[in-house]
């Protein structure tokens, strides 16, 4: 995304692509089939790519429940987790998102519905103004129970037709989640006067309040 900051202003139908997939959210169902709940305080880990890290993870810092939410890397190797490469496109990694989570308060479910509103799950490797398979839309499950509910929720959205087309989102395990340099942590907030954020970013923050006020914090 930092590649764009030149032209981003210019292209400002960009900006709606970018947030093509957050116009639907209105008409996303809840999942059918979730986790089960519990009662119990406890942590449970979420990892999500979808575009640039930035605004993912500023959505996911405004969810109740969210304990953390940190920018980083999965998909490609310890040795290749570092900005400058991954940005290549050739490491096997995407730009995503350790969310850390109360399963009292929330569910996976629940943060998979906000996920697919708040990006367009039907552009393959890239989004918005960004290009390349690091920008791409994944799910990293990290046991049997989070494949069982991505999977179901992905097969529920294409069946319903809740986007024009079919989602490309990928559903794969997590094999390892590598945090990002210290300078992509909590950007939004450092940052919320830059050109990109308030175009691409920002819209998500503000769709996320305006769409499930019950869990913004």
């Given amino acids: 995304m930092r590649n764009h900051l030149a ?22 169902p809840t999942p059918a089939v979730d986790e089960a709940r ?8 979420a ?15 405004h969810v109740k429940g969210v304990k953390s939410s940190v920018s980083g ?44 509103s708040v990006h367009d799950p039907t552009e393959l490797n890239g989004q918005g103004p960004d290009e390349g398979p690091q920008y791409r839309t994944a799910i990293f499950y990290g046991d049997d129970e989070q494949k069982r509910v991505a999977q179901a929720y992905v097969d529920q959205l294409n069946r319903a037709k809740v986007f024009k087309q079919r989602i490309v989102t990928q559903v794969v395990p997590l094999k390892a989640f590598y945090k990002a340099e210290d300078y992509h942590q909590d950007y939004l907030v450092h940052h919320p006067n830059q050109p990109y954020i308030v175009i691409n970013d920002l819209p998500k923050v503000a769709y996320l309040r305006e769409q499930f006020p019950q869990l913004y914090k």
């Avoid at 519990?38 to 880990?45: A, D, S, Y």
């Fill in 7 to 28: 032209v981003v202003i210019l292209i400002s139908v960009s900006a709606a692509a970018a947030c093509s997939g957050a116009t639907a959210a209105a008409t996303i």
């Fill in 38 to 45: 519990t009662t119990g305080k406890g942590e449970r880990t």
């Fill in 47 to 61: 990892v999500f790519a979808g575009g640039c890290f930035w605004g993912i993870e500023a959505v996911f810092d």
């Fill in 73 to 116: 890397y999965s998909g490609g190797n310890e040795a290749t987790a570092h900005y400058d490469i991954v940005s290549t496109g050739t490491t096997g990694h995407a730009e995503s998102v350790q969310v850390v989570y109360d399963p009292s308060q929330i569910s996976y479910g629940q943060l998979l519905q906000i996920f697919f």
